[in-house]
């Protein structure tokens, strides 16, 4: 073995994180060129949000051979798409796509990680159980709204914690649905958990661009 071999794992190129439909492959490409230093150019994408909250993208175009270290960098037919590293996985399984009505979007099926609050538990088997019926249930409920909640944890008073997203994030009726509906199907299966609480920022919500 050589004295200068180290444990850095192998980065996957063949991986591009995400996929391109056609035609937004175009609307890129002529964007890209009719920028002065174009062939230089990659389009980067990068989370604005925070854990808990809706997914905020920024898509800008920068200098691929600038991107930072940590920054993986995809090349799609021509396309160079760079990610900040603290961003790879939740584009894992994107789309970046396009439509006449809403031009560029991203459709995205990863949902935002759980915010981290001070004090909450979210390893136990309590937080096991709770995430079972979120994905099992609540989610696949609310996914008929275009909805989501994401667990944060739980105190140790029996009261779970969570964030909504996608239609439910702004969505005057959110609230509502999360203390009634979320709260009893998780409370009738945990009798350790007699009540919810929603930590989203609602007033966020007002239909977000990208889906």
Avoid: W
């Avoid at 060129?33 to 898509?59: V, W």
């Amino acid at each position: 073995m050589s004295p200068f071999a180290t444990d850095t794992p192998t980065v996957d190129k063949t991986n591009t994180i995400v996929s391109v439909s056609p035609i937004a492959h175009v609307k890129l490409l002529e964007l890209r060129d009719a920028e002065t230093e174009g062939a230089q150019l990659g389009l980067r994408l990068e989370i604005l949000s925070q854990p808990g909250e809706d997914f905020r993208y920024d898509l800008s175009f920068d200098f691929f051979t600038k991107a930072a270290f940590s920054d993986e960098v995809r090349t799609i037919d021509g396309l160079k798409i760079i990610i900040p590293a603290k961003d790879v996985e939740s584009f894992q399984g994107a789309t970046i796509d396009h439509s006449d009505s809403q031009g560029l979007l991203i459709r995205n099926p990863n949902k935002p990680i759980a915010p981290k609050i001070e004090g909450l538990v979210n390893d136990d088997d309590i937080s096991a159980e709770i995430e079972t019926i979120v994905t099992a249930e609540v989610n696949p409920m609310l996914a008929a709204h275009g909805g989501f909640v994401t667990f944060a944890g739980h105190d140790k008073e029996g009261t779970a914690y969570f964030t909504m997203g996608g239609g439910c994030h702004g969505c005057s009726m959110s609230k509502q649905t999360m203390l009634e509906g979320v709260g009893t199907m998780v409370s009738e299966k945990i009798p350790a958990i007699v009540k919810v609480r929603d930590l989203t920022d609602h007033s966020t919500g007002a239909n977000p661009f990208y889906s």
